[in-house]
């Protein structure tokens, strides 16, 4: 991620086409080393491509795939009487707790 990161940096900043080298200076002015192996695989894959364009794909790509957010949204629509039941016992436990806490209060504490 830290190589990607300086690359599009480097693109933001003016320079077309960054090279290794210029991806190790960024990094290195933050005191992060290179790895030169991913690096170079980097510099190669991204040679001769439009950063903004693989920045689309990679966005479209993405979109197709699912995420969590809809089966939450599903699962309260299979069971509509499961919230009144939930709150229900809502109730009953703070009912229980109330009387849990007047027990405690008899006018003197254990440290007094």
């Known amino acids: 991620m830290r190589h990607i990161a300086a690359y599009l940096l480097l ?8 090279s290794a080298g210029d991806v190790k200076k ?8 290179a790895d030169d192996d991913r690096l170079e695989k ?3 894959e991204l040679e001769g491509k439009d950063i903004n364009a693989l920045i689309a794909e990679g ?4 979109s197709s ?4 957010g809809a ?3 599903a699962a309260p629509s ?5 919230p ?3 709150v229900e016992e809502e109730k009953k436990e703070e009912k229980k707790e109330e009387k849990e806490e007047s027990d405690d209060d008899m006018g003197f504490g254990l440290f007094d």
């Open 26 to 33: 960024v990094l290195s002015a933050v005191g992060i080393e």
């Open 71 to 73: 089966v939450a949204a």
């Open 78 to 82: 299979a069971g509509g009487a499961a």
């Open 11 to 18: 693109q933001i900043g003016g320079n077309a086409s960054p």
């Open 84 to 86: 009144a039941a939930a």
């Open 42 to 44: 980097l510099i190669s």
């Open 59 to 62: 966005s479209a790509k993405l």
């Open 65 to 68: 795939v699912p995420s969590g």
